[in-house]
């Protein structure tokens, strides 16, 4: 069975950091694109960051919206995709949900296009 896990989510305040990981199980996630996505309550889901299967190149994409505030990164040895987010901001507050898809040399900002999700992690930034 195929599974994404996300973990980390949690209240944080503004101005601040948390990192939230999104562990895969039943796969390896270096053979995978893949990307954080975000819903707060009425919108949509959009794109944050995405990274392209491993052998592509490393190099990410993000929103403009968090451009310069978040990273993210694969940990291949715990096969594992973080997303670090600094100066967080109230609008920042959403369920933050890891995907992949297994394809090579490109990432995509348009949840339709990837084929495993997990639960989601909810990241609230409140003072």
């Known amino acids: 069975q195929m599974l994404l896990v996300e973990t980390g989510g949690g209240v944080v305040q503004p101005g601040g950091s948390l990192r939230i990981s999104c562990a895969a199980a039943?796969?390896?996630?270096?053979?995978?694109?893949v990307a954080w996505f975000r819903q707060a309550p009425g919108n949509g889901r959009e794109g944050v960051a995405c990274?392209?299967?491993?052998?592509?190149?490393?190099?990410?994409k993000y929103a403009d919206y968090v451009k310069g505030r978040f990273t993210i990164s694969r940990d291949s040895a715990n096969n594992t995709v973080y997303l670090q987010m600094n100066d967080l901001k109230p609008e920042d507050t959403a369920v933050y949900y890891c995907?992949?898809?297994?394809?090579?040399?490109?990432?995509?900002?348009?949840?339709?296009?990837?084929?495993?999700w997990g639960q989601g992690t909810q990241v609230t930034v409140s003072s």
């Open positions: 995907a992949a898809r297994h394809i090579s040399g490109q990432c995509r900002d348009d949840s339709t296009w990837y084929d495993h």
């Open positions: 039943g796969f390896t996630l270096d053979s995978y694109a």
């Open positions: 990274l392209r299967y491993r052998s592509s190149g490393s190099s990410p």
